[in-house]
């Protein structure tokens, strides 16, 4: 057995009687700074060990999503109709979807960004619009010639109005004159305007009458309307609501699609024109869009390579006037990934508070060619992507999303303006991993802190001490 005694001599704290220690008013007034000195401290170490600590390093990405990358999209073209606008996707291996409809979604807006009704659907587009074979150089006009003027006065006064809204340039107009003229001497015969008055062709020339072609909203040539007397009483903008014939242009198809209309009023009123009930003729016309502008939104899906992301008018039948076509816009949402919910973005932002600035960077903004700029002018966006993700201590994703830097220019072609978005993706990532505090660390520090502040404040007051005995003995007369 170790004896009592030889313990006692490993005692490293040997105390001292308290007869032999002398309190005093300096040790007093130490003592209670260094207690304070200590609780700051030791909160200081324990908010410094509960809150949350990260790092970050740049790695090659290594995305759980694959190959592809979504794009999600919300943009407002105040002066591109529905009709014509498509979304088109393209990418330096080749890849090239053109007018994609499926995640796509299109409305007819006005020049505020207002919303003129319901979702605009294109239908199903033919492959090729067919025209007559021979072209006979002889042929009679058969349409009436309408312009600002006399418009109204037609559109109002016959059940069922056809006007061919078209440009001498535009050679789709030129291979239609032919047929929309023969069509237009048939039915004449048929249903003479003076005697019967149920249906009329008409033409309207879109380089003489601007103003007219603007009002009803035509952007592509040759542009087929449906007007139905009365109509105007249903719309809320103060114009007719008609529709647009994407059919055949042929004499035939034109010829019969016209009597299927006429089939469709009434025998022994003239005065309203009735919904027409064929599926022929439905499948051949679709309503025509309430106003001149178009606000486009949805998703697409691209390879993570370097591509464009383009929307233009685009029409297999159609021409367009470049200099007559302004793509400015207004980007409401335009973000890559998977979607992030604000709860999940303000919970990460607390963590790391200048996450999530630069998502949507270009939300929000305006870009307006006031004509100052001349015609023809295309508007670019240089867009590069980086991938961030936010990994808790644990290894869970906390949040994963694409940042990117945009810079956008204008551009002038001889081609049709549009709005291009040039997409560049970054091999590498930004990974923000949450650091681990041990709690040992913790313990070794507040220990640190003890004992730091106890010496430093024990010093202290032995030099204190010392330096008011020495003043005491110097007053005293006494030497050393």
């Known amino acids: 057995m170790i004896s009592a005694t030889k313990l006692k001599s490993v005692d490293f704290y040997r105390k001292i009687p308290r007869d032999l220690t002398e309190a005093s008013l ?7 700074v260094a207690a304070l000195v200590m609780m700051f401290l030791f909160g200081m170490e324990l908010s410094s060990y509960m809150s949350v600590s990260t790092s970050t390093s740049v790695i090659v990405d290594k995305s759980s999503d694959g190959d592809y990358l979504r794009i999600d999209f919300n943009i407002s073209f105040p002066a591109l109709s529905c009709e014509f606008a498509s979304v088109d996707v393209s990418d330096v291996l080749g890849t ?8 796509v979604r299109k409305f007819s807006i006005d020049s505020n960004l207002r919303p003129t009704g319901a979702e605009f659907h294109s239908g199903t587009v033919a492959n090729a619009v067919k025209h007559d074979d ?78 007219l072609c603007r009002r009803n909203h035509i952007q592509g040539y040759p542009s087929i309307r449906i007007f139905r007397k009365g109509s105007d009483l249903r719309s809320e903008h103060g114009h007719h609501e008609h529709e647009s014939y994407y059919g055949d242009r042929d004499t ?57 992301l383009i929307i233009s008018a685009r029409s297999d039948a159609h021409s367009f006037d470049a200099s007559q ?63 961030t993700e936010v ?16 810079h956008s220019s204008v551009a002038h072609s001889l081609d049709i303006p549009v709005a291009k978005f040039h997409l560049e993706l970054s091999p590498m990532q930004v990974l923000i991993t949450e650091n681990q505090r041990s709690f040992s660390h913790f313990i070794t520090n507040v220990c640190a802190i003890i004992g730091g502040v106890f010496t430093v404040a024990g010093i202290l007051d032995s030099i204190l001490h010392n330096t008011i005995r020495m003043v005491k003995k110097i007053e005293l007369g006494k030497n050393f």
């Open 391 to 406: 990994v808790t201590r644990k290894g869970y994703k906390l949040i994963e999303e694409y940042e990117y830097t945009a």
């Open 134 to 211: 021979e072209v006979d150089e002889e042929s009679v006009e058969g349409s009436f010639s309408l312009t600002t003027h006399n418009f109204d006065k037609y559109v109002h006064q016959f059940p069922v109005t056809i006007v061919n809204f078209y440009a001498p340039w535009c050679s789709w107009c030129q291979r239609l004159k032919p047929s929309w003229e023969k069509t237009a001497k048939i039915m004449k015969e048929r249903y003479d305007p003076e005697m019967d008055g149920r249906i009329i062709l008409a033409k309207v020339d879109c380089t003489q009458e601007g103003d």
């Open 325 to 387: 076509m302004n793509m400015s816009h207004v980007i409401n949402n335009l973000s890559f990934g998977k979607k992030v919910t604000p709860r999940a973005m303000s919970d990460v932002k607390l963590l790391i508070p200048y996450i999530g600035s630069s998502h949507d960077r270009l939300n929000g903004r305006s870009f307006i060619n006031t004509r100052d700029l001349g015609a023809n002018v295309t508007i670019e966006h240089y867009i590069q992507i980086v991938k």
């Open 252 to 308: 035939e198809s034109l010829v019969k699609f016209m009597e299927d209309l006429v089939t469709s009023l009434p025998t022994e009123s003239q005065k309203l024109a009735l919904e027409d009930k064929s599926n022929a003729a439905d499948n051949a016309k679709r309503p025509a869009p309430s106003a001149g502008g178009c606000r486009v939104e949805g998703y697409v899906r691209v390879k993570k390579v370097p591509g464009n």
């Open 96 to 103: 090239n979807r053109l007018n994609i409809t499926k995640t």
């Open 26 to 32: 300096s040790g007093a007034g130490l003592s209670i």
